[in-house]
Structure formats: structure tokens, C-alpha cells
């Protein structure tokens, strides 16, 4: 009996039940967090999933959204077969087609836009999933586009080029060794829960953890030995703040500062200004709580920190914050060391892993060259650190045609609803496009402006390689057929490829072909994954990664140290303003006219994770949808009594930019002035209360979790 066999009549004893456990892996969440899953399958179809046990990244767990995958697989919105939109644009009104049909339409429609105006006229553009990232990006860049760009303009990468300009490289948290954790806007019980287990291992070791978060959290109820709780977007002034502490105190560790780093007399003097008077006042904390997080990061050592993906960069001074906090690691002498955070290189899928891949040569072997990619003239660093447009000048550039037109978007998972000013952006498609592409699970609003619309299957209807931690590579199997007539992407990337015959014969061999060339070298071939269908080690693999590679050889960076003051940021034309110290700004600097406080004097902070939502993906899934049935925004119990507003009521959020109607949710977890609540709704789009040009200028990021707002109670009947 196999495993599986054994398995299954451990749980469902009896014979011929009909049922058979397949191996697969849940893909609703990032790529760092693919659990694995058993599906339980009886007549072609599953009807039960669970964790996969002795999975050696998600060790049997799956989280609220994995668990809902029946219900998010057989949702009744998923796009049946390719489409020919028949309407208006964004009206909803499709025929159906046969593959072969799509395919011709979208390779005629394409090479069209290519040769009356050029193949960077078409814009290449990715939602979350990246599971097919190496072979979408080189299929923009074969078929001669320099604008690939995804949903990385808003996610992450504004804190890997914000590494980048400071040490060089990402340093990941050493959680096994450290004595302290540093967790800055750290809720991994919502966000990413396979990570709690390590703190909680710290904490059984005697080791401390501060907590930093606008809201008490989880992390901060079962975590934290310190929890402070910020002003929303004044993390940079907390960061400088107790840098300067740190040096007054005497606990900076100067040997690694005078050893290892760059620019320390401009930051003192920077942080010199930053008092804890200041500082408190600017971050609504008590100046000992500051004083202590200072101290204890600084003397328990080795520590480790936390960078979010999301939540400080989502401020438009979120760059530099993130720098300024990065920046204590070094001047406390905890970068590159054991217990502190130290670079673990990108195996595949820009996850480390612990052994080699040629990712990044498959995607990029076949840059063209020949016009800049979108963004490039707004945002410099960016470009200059990022193979990707900058999708936050998108729109920009298809209203106004500079320094190029802009005339198709090809999209894979295109949900203009994470884009600030939504609604303009999908007009400025309708009316200036000659053609949009969408492939994707659902029918969701973007995908009614398409020109054609295909159906792409999940990740339990299709094979996937993965790798994990700890040196891992998997090659899933489908745990079922792809509904009705769906697609793997993968596939359809190939398959196009043939039909328009682009000048590459990997892409054009398929998705095996092509991965076969992508892991040549690691010791391992696709026929040995597929003999497997749960993770298998990878003979090349080195883990766990060692530190101390960067105080050994140098630090990537242009002057080998460590920067406090960064030289590459020094370079950029001074046109742009960009300060190389981690210098602090108001999160708000554009809108603090009195007018604007008086009218919008709330703070919004969209999207801090909820365990049961993930952007909009999730929200039509109807398990998960229950549990919170409308899109609420929530306020300080304070706050809602000023305005005369109860749990439940209907309210008005309005920012400068528009307004939208959400559930009222009084409580006790954010501070007086904050209003919090999530995107991805349709009949409430919060990021059409988001300005478009409302951008940290160094990533081009939005400010997401940081706008003007005002919320009055509802004067129509209540619901
Ligand atoms: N206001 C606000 N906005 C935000 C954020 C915030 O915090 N606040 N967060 C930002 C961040 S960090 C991110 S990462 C983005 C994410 O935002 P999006 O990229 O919009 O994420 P999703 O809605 O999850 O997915 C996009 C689309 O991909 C489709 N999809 C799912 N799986 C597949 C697949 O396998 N193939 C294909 N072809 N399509 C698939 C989904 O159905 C969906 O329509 O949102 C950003 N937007
Ligand atoms: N359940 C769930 N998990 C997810 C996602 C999801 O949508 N749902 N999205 C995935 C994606 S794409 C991303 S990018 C990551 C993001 O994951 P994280 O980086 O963890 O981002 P958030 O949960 O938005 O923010 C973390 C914490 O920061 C706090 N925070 C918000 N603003 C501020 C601030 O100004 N200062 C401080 N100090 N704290 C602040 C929030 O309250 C929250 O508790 O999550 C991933 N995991
Ligand atoms: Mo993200």
C-alpha cells in the first residue's frame, strides 16, 4: 500500500470507497507560502482538502483561504471557456470561442499593435500569482516588449531595492539564533502564519520580542514583551529615534560600524535631530516605551528584524523607513550575522532555497532593448534596480501616449482594482486601447473590459514547480482534470508562442522544456521530480545558508560597506529629489493644506491583512465571504461616538478622491483617528479613494496605508 492508500483508510476505513488522496499544493497565497495540499478526490472531483502532512515547508497546516479550496476551486464565477467580447467594454457581454480562434485573434490583434506602432506599444502585466512569472516574462521579452511588469510595482520590491541601495542584497531574519526579535508591523497570524512558529521557538528560548504595529494584534497579544503602537506612516522618525539612542547610550557596536559601513557621520548627524521628545510626540508613543525597544533591540543580542512586504512601503515615505530601519541592524552590529538578518540567495521563483537555478538568465537572456520601459522617466531607482515597468504609470502613459504610445494590454490575473483611482484607469483602457488580453480564474470586473478573456485553471487542475526552504523542488501533479475548458497558463503562454511562432524554441517546447533547461545544473531533472509528488531535496542544495559572506568579501553595494549614506541613491539626478540618508517625511506631505485636515482628518490605512481575505481573489469564494459578509471598515470606539456611528451602520468613507458606502466595525484595536479596512471589493473599491499620483518617489509605490479620509453616517435607508 502506498502512503496515500495507507492514509486514506486510516481516515475513511471501508472498501471500494471510490476516494483517492492526490498530492497538490495550495496556491491562493504568496509564493513563499504554498502549502501543500491533499485533495481527496471521488469521481473526478474533490470533496474534501486538508494540509499535507510531513510537508517539509507547511508540516500538514493550511490556513482559513487553503481551507476554503473546494469552495474557491468551484466557485460559480469561473470563466468556462475562451471569450469574445461582444458588448461595450466593461458591459460583460462575451461569446464563447474555441482555443484555436483566441489564439489567432490574439497573435493578429498583437503583431498588429507591434508593427503600426512597436512591440513596446504592448504592455505585458501579471496580477499576484507568480507561479508562471519566468515563462510570461520571457515570453514579453521574445516577443520583443521591454514592459513586462506585475503586481511587484506595489508588492515587496520597494523594500528589495530599498536593500538593495543600503547593504546590497535582502537580509532575511536568523529567528533559529537570535535572542531578540524585532517584529516591525509583524502579524504573521494573519499574514503569513507559518512564520509564527519560529517566534514562538524564540520565545520558548528565553528570547524577547518587540512588537510595532498601528493595531493590537495577535502577533502583539501572544507575542510581544513589548508592543508598541505607532502613528500609522511615522516609523521612519521611530527608526531615527532609536538610532540615536542607540548611539547616545554608547550600544552601537562601532567596530562593525567603522569595519563595514558607509556614510556613518551624515546619519549620526541625521538621527541627531530625531529626540526622543520628538520623536514621541511624532509617533504618538511613550517616550520609555521608545527608550526601552531601543535598549533591548541593542543589548540583547544577536537580533533579528522583520521587514514587511507591504505595510511601511505603503506609505509614500515608506522607502526611507524601511532604509532607516534596515539601518539599525548594521549600526547595531546584526547584519550578516548569525541571529541577526543575513542574505539567503533566490533559488526559483525569487524564493531562496538553498541551491542554484538559471531563473533569472530564462527571464531575462532575452531583454530587448530600444525604448524605456514605462515608469523609467518617473522613477528612476526603480528602473535603474528593476527589470519590471513601473505599473503605477501605466495609466500615465496609455492617456498620454509619452514618450510611446501604449495600445494593448496582454494580462494575466489583470484586476485593475489593486490600481489607486480604479475606475479612471479601466476608462482610460476603454477608451485608449486597441486590445486587452485577460486570462484568468474568474470573471471579475477587469476582465469585462477585455477584448478576449481565457480561462485559466488552479493550481489542484495543473502541474507546478515549486521550491522550499531547506532545499526542496517539487513538480505537482493535477490532483483532478482542469474544468470545463480551462487552461494552465503555462500552457497557454506555449501554445501562443506556436501559433505566433516566436523566435524560441524553449517556450515553444513547453513548460517542462522549458523548466528542464531552468533547473539543469541543480542535480536533478524533470523526469527524477516527476517520480515524486511531494517536495524532494535537491543533491546540489546548501542549507541552512551561512552568514558573514558580505563581511568577508564585501558588501555588493559600490563602495563594499554597508551604506547609511547610499552612493546609488547620491547618483540619481538631483532633479528627483531623492535623499541618499534615510531621511523622514509626513506620510500625509501632500495633503496636509488646512483645508484638507479639516475636511479628511482621518488617517486610511487600506489593506493590513486579514486572515480570511486576500485582495480580491477571495472575496466571491462564499466560505470566506461569510465571514465577513460586508465590506466594513473599522474606527475607534472614540472615534465612532463623536460621529454618532454603531457597530453595523452604513457609513460614507470619502477621501479627495471619491467616496464608497462599507459596515461600520467599532473597536477597541486601533487608535483614535485611524480608520482601517481592506480592497478588493467591487461595490466598495476603496482604491478609488486612492490618488494616482499619491507615489513614494523612490519605488513608485502607493501610499496605500496612508490617505486623508472622512467617514459620516449614512443618510439613506440603513441595510
Ligand atoms: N488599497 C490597497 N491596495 C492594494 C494593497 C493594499 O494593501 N491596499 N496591496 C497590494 C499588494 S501588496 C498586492 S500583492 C496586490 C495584489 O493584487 P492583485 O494582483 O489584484 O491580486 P488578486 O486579486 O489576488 O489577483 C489578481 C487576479 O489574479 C487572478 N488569479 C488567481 N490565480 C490565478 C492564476 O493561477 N492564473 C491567472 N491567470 N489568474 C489568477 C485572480 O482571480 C485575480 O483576478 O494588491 C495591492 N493593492
Ligand atoms: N491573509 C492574508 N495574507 C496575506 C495577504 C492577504 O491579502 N491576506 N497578502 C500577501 C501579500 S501580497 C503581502 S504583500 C503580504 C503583506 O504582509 P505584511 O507585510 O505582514 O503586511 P500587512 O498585514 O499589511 O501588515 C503587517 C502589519 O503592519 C501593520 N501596519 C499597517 N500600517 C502600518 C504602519 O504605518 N506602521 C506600522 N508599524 N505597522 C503598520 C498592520 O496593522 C499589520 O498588522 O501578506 C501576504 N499574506
Ligand atoms: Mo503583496
Not at 541613491?569 to 509626513?586: Q, S, T
Not at 473599491?685 to 513614494?696: A, Q, S, Y
Request: proline share 6%; with cysteine; glycine share 8%.
Amino acid at each position: 500500500m502506498t502512503e496515500l492508500e495507507m492514509k486514506l483508510k486510516a481516515k475513511i476505513p471501508g472498501e471500494d470507497t471510490g476516494i483517492e488522496i492526490r498530492h497538490s499544493l495550495c496556491a491562493i497565497c504568496s509564493p513563499s507560502h504554498h502549502c501543500g495540499l491533499d485533495c481527496y478526490v471521488k469521481d473526478g472531483e474533490i470533496i474534501r482538502v486538508e494540509g499535507t502532512p510531513g510537508h517539509p515547508y507547511s508540516h500538514g497546516k493550511l490556513c482559513t483561504k487553503g481551507s476554503a479550496q473546494r469552495n474557491y476551486i468551484y466557485r460559480e464565477d469561473r470563466i468556462k471557456t475562451p471569450l469574445r467580447r461582444v458588448g461595450e467594454r466593461g458591459e460583460g457581454k462575451f461569446e464563447p470561442i474555441s482555443w484555436e480562434e483566441a489564439y489567432e485573434i490574439i497573435a493578429r490583434r498583437l503583431n498588429q499593435v507591434k508593427e503600426t506602432y512597436s512591440p513596446h506599444s504592448v504592455a505585458f502585466y501579471s496580477g499576484y500569482s507568480k507561479w508562471y512569472r519566468p515563462i510570461y516574462h520571457r515570453f514579453a521579452y521574445v516577443f520583443g516588449s521591454v514592459n513586462f511588469g506585475t503586481d511587484d510595482s506595489v508588492c515587496a520590491v520597494a523594500k528589495k531595492i530599498a536593500d538593495k541601495v543600503t547593504a546590497g542584497c535582502e537580509g532575511a531574519p536568523d529567528m533559529a539564533h537570535a535572542n531578540t526579535f524585532l517584529g516591525w508591523n509583524y502579524d504573521g497570524y494573519y499574514s503569513h502564519h507559518l512564520s509564527v512558529e519560529g517566534v514562538r521557538k524564540l520565545k520558548e528560548r528565553g528570547g524577547k520580542v518587540i512588537i510595532i504595529d498601528i493595531r493590537d494584534t495577535p502577533a502583539a497579544k501572544n507575542l510581544a514583551d513589548l508592543f508598541l503602537q505607532i502613528n500609522p506612516g511615522t516609523d521612519g522618525a521611530l527608526a531615527l529615534g532609536m538610532a540615536k539612542l542607540i548611539i547616545d547610550n554608547g550600544w552601537a557596536d562601532m567596530e562593525y560600524v567603522e569595519q563595514y559601513t558607509y556614510g556613518f557621520e551624515q546619519y549620526k548627524e541625521l538621527a541627531e535631530e530625531y529626540t526622543l521628545e520628538k520623536v514621541s510626540e511624532i509617533t504618538g508613543l511613550d517616550p520609555e516605551d521608545i527608550y526601552e525597544a531601543a535598549r533591548l533591540y541593542a543589548t540583547n543580542g544577536p537580533a533579528c528584524t522583520n521587514y514587511s512586504a507591504s505595510a511601511l512601503v505603503h506609505h509614500i515615505n515608506g522607502f526611507n523607513s524601511h532604509r532607516a530601519i534596515l539601518c539599525l541592524s548594521a549600526l547595531t552590529g546584526n547584519f550578516d550575522r548569525v541571529g541577526g538578518n543575513y542574505p539567503i540567495p533566490a533559488s526559483y521563483l525569487r524564493q531562496p532555497a538553498g541551491f542554484k537555478t538559471r531563473d533569472e538568465e530564462f527571464r531575462n537572456n532575452r531583454e530587448p532593448e530600444g525604448a524605456p520601459r514605462i515608469g523609467a522617466g518617473r522613477f528612476p531607482l526603480w528602473d535603474a534596480k528593476f527589470n519590471e515597468f513601473q505599473t503605477m504609470d501605466l495609466m500615465r502613459q496609455i492617456e498620454e501616449e509619452t514618450p510611446y504610445p501604449v495600445k494593448a494590454v496582454f494580462a494575466l490575473g489583470l484586476n485593475a482594482k489593486l490600481f489607486p483611482e480604479t475606475d479612471r484607469l479601466l476608462e482610460v483602457m476603454k477608451q485608449k486601447l486597441d486590445f486587452i488580453v485577460d486570462v484568468d480564474l474568474f470573471m471579475n470586473m477587469s476582465a469585462k473590459y477585455a477584448d478576449i478573456v481565457l480561462p485559466a485553471c488552479t493550481s489542484v487542475e495543473r502541474s507546478e514547480l515549486k521550491c522550499y526552504r531547506g532545499g526542496y523542488l517539487v513538480y505537482t501533479k493535477p490532483a483532478i482534470e482542469p474544468l470545463y475548458e480551462s487552461k494552465s497558463d503555462v500552457d497557454i503562454l506555449c501554445e501562443l508562442a506556436r501559433v505566433m511562432d516566436l523566435d524560441d524554441d524553449l517556450l515553444k517546447g513547453g513548460y517542462e522544456a522549458c523548466l528542464d533547461w531552468i533547473i539543469e545544473g541543480c542535480g536533478l531533472t524533470m523526469e527524477d521530480l516527476k517520480k515524486s509528488d511531494v517536495p524532494v531535496r535537491v543533491p546540489s542544495a546548501v542549507w541552512p545558508v551561512k552568514p558573514g559572506g558580505c563581511l568577508k568579501n564585501g558588501f555588493p553595494t559600490p563602495t563594499g560597506k554597508f551604506e547609511f549614506y547610499s552612493t546609488e541613491i547620491a547618483a540619481v539626478d538631483p532633479k528627483y529629489g531623492l535623499d541618499p540618508l534615510p531621511g523622514y517625511r509626513d506620510s500625509l506631505e501632500d495633503q496636509n493644506s488646512p483645508e484638507m485636515r479639516e475636511q479628511y482628518p482621518f488617517y486610511l490605512c487600506t489593506g493590513a491583512r486579514l486572515p480570511y481575505a486576500i485582495h480580491s481573489r477571495v472575496h466571491k469564494t462564499p466560505w470566506l465571504r461569510s465571514l465577513r459578509p460586508d465590506p466594513t471598515c473599522e474606527i475607534n470606539r472614540q472615534d465612532a461616538a463623536c460621529l454618532g456611528l454603531k457597530e453595523g451602520d452604513s457609513a460614507v468613507l470619502s477621501s479627495p478622491y471619491g467616496e464608497i458606502r462599507m459596515k461600520v466595525k467599532v473597536t477597541g484595536k486601533i487608535k483614535p483617528g485611524v480608520i482601517l479596512t481592506v480592497p478588493g471589493y467591487t461595490e466598495a473599491n476603496v482604491n478609488n479613494l486612492i490618488g494616482r499620483d499619491h507615489l513614494d518617489p523612490y519605488s513608485g509605490f502607493p501610499g496605500y496605508k496612508g490617505m486623508r479620509c472622512n467617514l459620516r453616517k449614512s443618510q439613506e435607508a440603513e441595510t
